[in-house]
């Protein structure tokens, strides 16, 4: 599912009535292993993916902005003044990049003028695959480079998770962000959440590729639940912490966890913790394996991951255990698990290439008759973060 650039420019053209200047991408991501840690303190892996938000641009003279997305056609153009950048409900999806523009302005760097954006993305919606870190890493990587700023990307990183939590208002971690303005090609990022400390892991698959299986069930309960899940967890952590000097659950080792989970005594709140703590030593273990090459014990980590997401935390849905209880009975499989907050959204699967037909197919059907619609297949390649695509270079 590659975008055709040419396109893109086309399409500027179109709603602006004038040729951009300047074109630019910024990637999606998945993660490997180590879900819903982010927030406890632990260790994700996530990557950048080769799916994610175009952008076309062009200067204005004035201090308008205007925002323009291909797949929001019914919203028309959004048009934002630099004078005037708070959180407005009316303006729907143009609320991720204005949030950048607005702490960037807030932090002192100074707009002297507007310019005209035309954007288009081909991230499944609703999918979990991060749009929103998608488009806010987008939109502070323009900037930073037409106005010469000189931002270091992490910087710009934190920012999209502050636009996240402080402008949009969603309670998130740093984990999408992160991923998507950090991303390397071929590298997936260890990244300890509690110390912000991280390192890249080449992930060398052999003859086997990242499949991203779509449930196309939007996940309308994810935020509510996102939310609850994170209370949960602070309960748990906060029971813990009568006794033990920690800061949050990343800290534990599984044997640290089992002696003291009596003093969290609820049944719940000790699955809650459980996946947070067992979920960190996994993805901790799975980086072990893919730097030895042992893709079998790999794949057995991401099955274990989607079965503590299943059981401990609860946040699968029947949507998503199909697709993965279908893609472990398929041939070539190593693994398989939910990504992203669940309840709808993604599954990845690692599957042998050569038999990625028969899996599209086998999977697809098992789907369909269960749920009783389609799952969508897309091939994910692991890709570099943010970057200005060359004009010049697009093909006439």
């Known amino acids: 599912?590659?975008?055709?650039?040419?396109?893109?420019?086309?399409?500027?053209?179109?709603?602006?009535?004038?040729?951009?200047?300047?074109?630019?991408?910024?990637?999606?991501?998945?993660?490997?292993?180590?879900?819903?840690?982010?927030?406890?303190?632990?260790?994700?892996?996530?990557?950048?993916?080769?799916?994610?938000?175009?952008?076309?641009?062009?200067?204005?003279?004035?201090?308008?902005?205007?925002?323009?997305?291909?797949?929001?056609?019914?919203?028309?153009?959004?048009?934002?003044?630099?004078?005037?950048?708070?959180?407005?409900?009316?303006?729907?999806?143009?609320?991720?990049?204005?949030?950048?523009?607005?702490l960037l302005t807030q932090a002192g760097y100074q707009l002297d003028h507007?310019?005209?954006?035309?954007?288009?993305?081909?991230?499944?919606?609703?999918?979990?695959?991060?749009?929103?870190?998608?488009?806010?890493?987008?939109?502070?990587?323009?900037?930073?480079?037409?106005?010469?700023?000189?931002?270091d990307q992490l910087d710009l990183v934190k920012m999209g998770q502050q636009n996240e939590n402080n402008y949009i208002g969603v309670n998130s971690g740093i984990m999408d962000e992160f991923a998507?303005?950090?991303?390397?090609?071929?590298?997936?990022?260890?990244?300890?959440?509690?110390?912000?400390?991280?390192?890249?892991?080449?992930?060398?698959?052999?003859n086997n590729v990242i499949v991203i299986m779509n449930t196309n069930k939007h996940r309308a309960l994810a935020d509510s639940k996102y939310n609850e899940r994170r209370s949960q967890c602070e309960q748990a952590l906060a029971l813990l912490?009568?006794?033990?000097?920690?800061?949050?659950?990343?800290?534990?080792?599984?044997?640290?966890?089992?002696?003291?989970?009596?003093?969290?005594?609820?049944?719940?709140?000790?699955?809650?913790?459980?996946?947070?703590?067992?979920?960190?030593?996994?993805?901790?273990?799975?980086?072990?394996?893919?730097?030895?090459?042992?893709l079998i014990e790999f794949g057995k980590l991401v099955n274990?991951?989607?079965i503590s997401l299943h059981y401990d935390y609860e946040v699968t849905g029947i949507e998503l255990d199909t697709l993965v209880e279908a893609a472990w009975k398929q041939p070539g499989v190593l693994g398989a698990r939910m990504v992203g907050a669940g309840f709808g959204g993604c599954a990845i699967a690692f599957v042998d290439k050569d038999k990625i037909d028969d899996f599209q197919e086998n999977v697809g059907k098992i789907y369909k008759d269960q749920i009783g619609y389609d799952a969508d297949f897309y091939i994910a390649e692991i890709s570099d973060g943010p970057s200005e695509i060359k004009i010049s270079e697009v093909e006439k």
């Open 1 to 102: 599912m590659t975008m055709d650039t040419n396109k893109i420019l086309q399409g500027y053209e179109t709603i602006y009535q004038k040729a951009a200047e300047k074109l630019f991408f910024s990637p999606g991501r998945i993660n490997l292993i180590g879900e819903h840690t982010d927030y406890n303190g632990g260790n994700v892996f996530p990557c950048a993916i080769s799916l994610g938000t175009y952008a076309a641009f062009g200067q204005r003279t004035d201090r308008t902005i205007q925002m323009y997305s291909e797949n929001l056609p019914d919203t028309g153009i959004i048009t934002i003044s630099l004078d005037n950048l708070a959180y407005n409900k009316a303006d729907d999806w143009a609320n991720y990049p204005k949030g950048m523009i607005y």
């Open 114 to 151: 507007g310019f005209n954006l035309y954007i288009h993305g081909n991230l499944p919606d609703g999918a979990g695959l991060s749009s929103s870190a998608s488009i806010e890493l987008l939109m502070g990587n323009i900037i930073n480079d037409v106005y010469k700023l000189g931002i």
């Open 180 to 206: 998507v303005g950090m991303g390397k090609k071929d590298q997936a990022i260890l990244l300890d959440t509690n110390t912000m400390e991280y390192h890249y892991a080449p992930v060398e698959l052999g």
């Open 241 to 294: 912490q009568t006794k033990l000097t920690i800061k949050s659950l990343g800290e534990l080792s599984i044997d640290e966890f089992d002696r003291n989970s009596y003093l969290i005594n609820d049944d719940i709140l000790i699955r809650r913790a459980r996946h947070a703590v067992f979920e960190n030593q996994r993805t901790l273990k799975a980086i072990k394996y893919l730097n030895e090459n042992n």
């Open 304 to 306: 274990a991951s989607h």
